[in-house]
């Protein structure tokens, strides 16, 4: 089944306004024309108004890197999905490995974002992956299993409609380590079969598996040709527009 591939740039804690705004200009340069695959910056929260007032022509849509289950509140620190909305953030990254294990965030923490955020009508792009000591032991698929589970508790099939699942392995993140296009396709192809089995065929089908970790222009070619890797969840290489122009536009 051909779904639209999806392009997207977590520019994590990096970025000034003024580096932004350069970024961007350039990025949305070269997504001109690209009408057959979706492309998306999740820049960090205070440059999120400048990309989305630079982007607001074209088809690169803005989003966020993490979002609280309230609309507000005495939650110090967190950012609400009205909030969001209103800078023109359409999808939210949950669940990434930095906020499991860098903030402690628990199945139970990352489902209630995940369900704040539908409620609210933003997007989730939900993050999985096993660390290399996981898989070194075998867990591989009991993790994604597990954090599968624990993050979608309680979504139904319309919030599954809405969903975008990002297998990130802890262990290619950063590190310049891909895992190989057979590893990556291997693990997408275990998710996909797994929602088939918590939701329904249809669903499994045309939900979209990102990949994640070290993903640059000499392997995305490789790794979008894979029949069950629908795009790419980009960190180092989208902090550079040459790098990042060339993946979203991988043949
Ligand atoms: P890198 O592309 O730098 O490995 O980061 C991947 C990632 O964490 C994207 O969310």
Not at 35 to 58: M, Q
Not at 160 to 174: D, L
Not at 216 to 243: F, R, T, Y
Request: aromatic share 6%.
């Amino acid at each position: 089944m051909k779904r639209r591939p999806l392009l997207a740039g977590n520019w994590k804690m990096h970025t000034t306004v003024a580096e932004a705004h350069a970024l961007a200009v350039e990025i949305g340069k070269c997504s001109e024309g690209l009408d057959d695959r979706d492309v998306i910056l999740a820049p960090p929260f205070t440059s999120i108004h400048e990309v989305a007032s630079v982007l607001k022509d074209s088809c690169v849509e803005v989003v966020a890197q993490n979002v609280c289950w309230e609309e507000q509140g005495a939650f110090t620190g967190e950012i609400s999905p009205l909030m969001l909305k209103e800078a023109g953030v359409t999808s939210v990254i949950i669940g990434h490995s930095e906020r499991r294990q860098i903030f402690s965030e628990d199945h139970e923490l990352i489902n209630k974002r995940m369900l704040g955020a539908l409620k609210y009508d933003l997007k989730p792009i939900f993050c999985i992956g096993e660390t290399l000591a996981e898989r070194e032991g075998s867990k591989t698929f009991t993790v994604l299993e597990e954090q599968l589970k624990g993050g979608l508790a309680g979504l139904s099939l319309r919030d599954m409609q809405k969903t975008v699942i990002a297998y990130e392995p802890v262990w290619a993140i950063g590190t310049g380590k891909t895992a190989t296009k057979e590893q990556a396709q291997e693990a997408h192809a275990f998710i996909r079969k797994l929602l088939s089995e918590m939701y329904e065929k249809d669903i499994a089908d045309t939900i979209r598996i990102l990949y994640g970790g070290s993903v640059k222009p000499d392997n995305v070619d490789e790794l979008m040709a894979q029949s069950d890797i629908d795009g790419a969840l980009v960190g180092g290489a989208a902090l550079d527009a040459e790098s990042f122009c060339r993946i979203i536009n991988f043949i």
